[in-house]
């Protein structure tokens, strides 16, 4: 299980290693900064969103919600399901591309942590009217800051402004502070790298501090990993190789040493997605995955999915046409439950283990140990893997074919010499085009965020959530397109009296609209000012 979800009994579900807390994201930008930023952070976001609004399975990401911090804090987006909400959320960041530009003003030194504050006190209510769906296993948010301005002084900012706060629902807080470099290396970069978004320190109260590119690719790529698994309560694989404790083949079998492994997705499976090339398979139901390694993984819960190694192989012994379904990454895992004394060794020995078998050359082959489940007469089937050293502390797992699935490939070998006058016309067609060194996905473009953008721009379902619905019932009907805060925000400075004052930016177009929602919760969430 991970932080935020409840816990049963049986087996945890495939949903679970899919989704992620609910995030609330502030942008701290100051003029004149915001001229530059801008264009690129709304573009990266609306890319980013067309792909998790339009992920077809298990929800990625439950919970989104927006603040802009400039002169005063600003709530443009309340707590929403993102999940078919593609519509609402490029509204919220239509409205961001419109916020002043130029100009200058003096920034009110408590706005941002005003801003945290009044987000954790949104998701606070957001929870407790909340009755339906997953929002109720929603109980840690993780909070990003995305600033332009040095992060060493902002993280020292959110340490003084919040060490009196009470921040027992914040699982991550994080400031990125977004550097006015461009995008270097973009030949040798490749997706999903997280050389940009590791963490450079960790100052004080566990404020995690990176930095980013200002340009549209590395905001992609730090916004995709919040598509990733970040949960740390369990290891999914256990890597079995043959003991060296052990002459005898059959006990070493029998007592295999075991390296404790996470598994991360390499690509988004284009079957997920409307108006891929396999967007014909769809994935709402776990099952029907051509490749099962990674829902396999999120099943075992009491006992981890195991891969045995049975032999190894030449690094040139595999045919790619033999390897089917999506590639997955295997690192050592961060699982917290472990003490600290196993992970670094079984770090120490998944490293050892890349090493050697790319001084060798190797490549291994495992075989999926099928999870116990009951009694049954029948022998279950099987999955193959190849795993591949890589560079990085990785290894690459890709489902390989058995006899079973073989079909005929009656191809004699290609013949050694071929016509003169053959050759001559392919090798000068071959010498008009442009060799690259290496595939670099960064730079090839399918057009997919267009069209994603383009057939989710229509609302899916109902735009407002159940607790705003609420207020709607009990108040009217909103009069604005302009999306706000449903509950009361806090005040900029100390309220003189008992009376609710909402700031200029988050007042509701209409002073009846929210009144009779905010009346319940003022005695307790915000009481009188000292």
Known sequence: MYPGQTTGKGPSTPTQIYQQPPRLLIVHIALPSWADIC???????????????????????????????????????????????????RACISELR???????????????????????????????????????????????VLTSQPGKEVVKQLEEGLKDTDLIRVRRLQV?????????GMDSASPGEESSNDESSILGTDIDLQTIDNDIVSMEIFFKAWLHNSGTDQEYIHLLLP?????NISRARDNPMCLKCDLQERLLSPSLLPGTADGSLRMDDPKGDFSTLYQMASQSSASRYKLRVIKALKSSGVCESLTYGLPFILRPTSCWQLDWDELETNQHHFHALCHSLLKREWLLLAKGEPLSGGHSLREPTSTFYVILPSRSPTLLVKAVATRELMLPSPFP????????????????????????PTYNPLQVCSHLYSYLSSTSAKPQGQLHSSWE??????????????????????????????????????????EGFFQPFMEEEAEEEYPSAP
Do not use: W
């Open 39 to 89: 264009s690129n952070l709304c573009e990266a976001l609306q890319n980013f969103f067309s792909l998790a609004c339009s992920l077809m399975g298990p929800s990625r990401m439950s919970l989104f919600s927006l603040y802009m911090v400039q002169n005063q804090h600003e709530c443009l987006l309340p707590f929403v399901q993102v999940k078919g909400n593609f519509a609402r959320l």
């Open 98 to 144: 419109m916020l002043q530009r130029e100009g200058c003003f003096r920034p009110q030194g408590t706005s941002l942590q005003l801003a945290v504050e009044d987000g954790l006190q949104q998701f606070k209510q957001y929870n407790r009217h909340v009755t339906t769906g997953a929002a109720l296993t929603c109980t840690s948010l993780e909070i990003t």
């Open 176 to 184: 990125v502070e977004i550097t006015k470099g461009v995008l270097e």
């Open 243 to 247: 003991s060296r404790a052990f002459s």
């Open 413 to 436: 070998l290609l013949p050694e010499d071929p016509p003169e006058d053959s050759l001559k016309i392919v090798e000068s067609t071959l010498d008009c085009l442009e060799l690259e």
């Open 469 to 510: 619905s609420r207020a709607l019932r009990k108040g009217g009907q909103l009069q604005t397109n302009r999306i706000r805060a449903t509950v009361a925000p806090l005040p900029m400075t100390p309220a003189p009296s008992r009376a609710l004052k909402m700031p200029a930016a988050c007042k509701a177009p209409s």
